[in-house]
């Protein structure tokens, strides 16, 4: 039966106002008998569904506002206010209708995600037939095929084809990204034009676009500190009303004021602006290809004055490429390659998967090496023997470490290289240094303007951490305008200095890849890691993660974070002005029931629209890189 009433709540509303119009008909007409019967109707109808809200939250002993309305309907009745109690519960009503249509619209932005997910997939069979499967019958390994228009069901690899491929609903970056063979492809991107065949990794719940409608969703219903004391508040302050509008009867023996002021204080707008500007503010994110991981994190990012940078990955681009081979010795060039490469398969370190990729690149066959030992040693390099040759790849330190000696021309040749921006892996096989691998990384395009919108929003400071040479890292924060950096640091090392900047009273972001970096962003105040695609890691792990790679993501979540703050404190500000203009406006009897719910049920609605303003929210530093994407699109078409 409940149910029932709930499911025809709104057509319930509407037989009320259509009852109450019928009312002041009759009532223009002198039939005052035949208008409060329409009124006591009218009133009946409206208060069921608010009186069984009223019940409900008195069994788990809450003191609701459909209680206090449920109670000055009542007492309205028996005074034979019978226009007031129905014009209040009608007002009630079409106000909670309009408060959830404009709180579905606060949410729109996971509902869009919630529409893009694929349903269906097509198959590509072993004899080349097709067949079209439900979503849920797809498995790991097994080859689909996408077609210009269709949706990616799952998160794959592409074998065969190439596509232009618009990963919005991923990363929040509308210009679509060509791929082909060996690239991964993410679940919920759209196909634009070509053909690809993929094979399943993820399926389901496992894939990175449902992680990310599950986060939005668990960050959309957590709770800031505001939202949390706002709650207690509200249990003490709605009960505190009761007394009043008790004690105001016993002062004045004036019942319907007693009434009216039991209405008319309810904090709904008060309750409500808080959670509203949260749910926006984190769906906007969503939108943007921002997660922001809840209400508490939102109100933390925003007081954050120091940001923490990793350089490799998160300043750059993270793509770096090898740009010179200098040798020592008369070993040939290729053969040094080839050891190296082959001894840099055992590291997941970036700098070590290029030097892998330069030898595929050359066609090198790396299966032709034996590797017998090896070691990754965390912030230095590696050590392995290859088909008998004794391996040792990696930095200054390590070269130190394993007393191998370099010669003044190498250190010199080495800082040369570091000074043009590059970062220099020294070689040395069977204890002699023989060859300099020269690596370079291109800073982000979009870097300096994030940086600069950042600080013209209350960021005092800008450092960088790296485990890279000086004379790079210096480079690169000339470029920048950082203020200062720190190189050739180890992983336990950032976590120091975080701590030490957290000591010293900052309020840190720290972002890094959302790996290497893991232990420096889980010791900072607000974790942010920056990973395409949403690696597990650095989506279970950081507060705020950015799935386009992008600083001007970043730039957008702080600012966001700020306006959304900024938002809750002029929703609260709006609620607690009208209650008090509403209580003087009562006590100096210049208003009514009707009146009053009037204004509270449009106070409600004014806090929702304020709070829908932060879902059209753009950065200064968005809108610009827009327009330079918009410039580079026109070209492309033109």
Known sequence: MTERIHHHKNHMTLLSGLIIAAAFIAKAFKMAEWSNVLLIAATVIAVIPIAIKAWQAIRMRVFSIELLVTMAVIGAVFIHEYTESAVVTFLFLFGDYLEVRTLQKTRSSLKELVDMAPQEATLLREDGTRQNFSIDDVQEGH??????????????????????????????????????????????????????????EKVGDDTTFSKIIELVEEAQDSKSKAERFLDRFS?????????????????????????????????????????????????????NGVLIKGGDIMGNFAKVDTLVFDKTGTLTKGKPEVT????????????????????????????????????????????????????????????????????????????????????????????????????????AIDNH??????????????????????????????????????????????????????AELLPNEKVEYVKKLKEQGAIVAMAGDGINDAPAIATADIGLAMGEGGTDVSMETADVVLMADKLSQYAHAYSLSK?????MHQNITIALAVVVILILGVLAGQLHLAGGMFIHEGSVLVVILNAMRLIGFKTKASQKLNKQNHKVRESYVS
């Open 143 to 200: 080859r689909l095929v996408v077609l210009p228009g269709g949706k990616i069901p799952v998160d794959g690899v592409i074998v065969q084809g190439h596509a232009s491929i618009n990963e919005a609903a991923i990363t929040g970056e509308s210009r679509p990204i060509n791929k082909a063979n060996d690239d991964h492809v993410y679940s919920g991107s759209i196909l634009d034009t070509g053909y690809i065949e993929i094979i399943v």
């Open 235 to 287: 249990n003490y302050y709605t009960p505190a009303v009761t007394l009043l509008s008790v004690l105001v009867y016993i002062m004045t023996r004036d019942v319907h004021l007693a009434i009216t002021f039991l209405v008319i204080a309810c904090p709904g707008a008060l309750v409500i602006g808080a959670p509203v500007s949260n749910v926006a503010g984190i769906g906007n994110g969503a939108k």
């Open 324 to 427: 010179d081979l200098h040798t020592f010795t008369f070993m040939p060039t290729d053969k040094i390659l080839g050891l190296v490469a082959k001894a840099e398969t055992i590291s997941e370190h970036h700098l070590g998967q290029t030097i892998v990729k330069e030898a595929e690149r050359k066609g090198m066959d790396l299966n032709s090496y034996t590797i017998s030992e090896s070691e990754a040693i965390k912030g230095h390099g590696i050590t392995a023997t290859v088909d008998g040759y004794s391996i040792v790849a990696g930095n200054r330190k390590l070269m130190n470490t394993e007393r191998i000696e370099i010669s003044s021309d190498a250190a010199q040749y080495a800082v040369n290289r570091e000074k043009a921006g590059n970062t220099s892996i020294f070689i």
């Open 433 to 486: 240094l023989v060859a300099i691998i020269s690596i370079a990384d291109q800073v982000r395009d979009d870097a300096k303007v994030a940086l600069e919108d950042m600080r013209a929003n209350g960021i005092k400071r800008i450092v960088m951490l790296t485990g890279d040479n000086r004379h790079t890292a210096r480079a690169v924060a000339k470029q920048l305008g950082i203020d200062e950096f720190h």
């Open 563 to 567: 306006a959304t703050i900024r938002n």
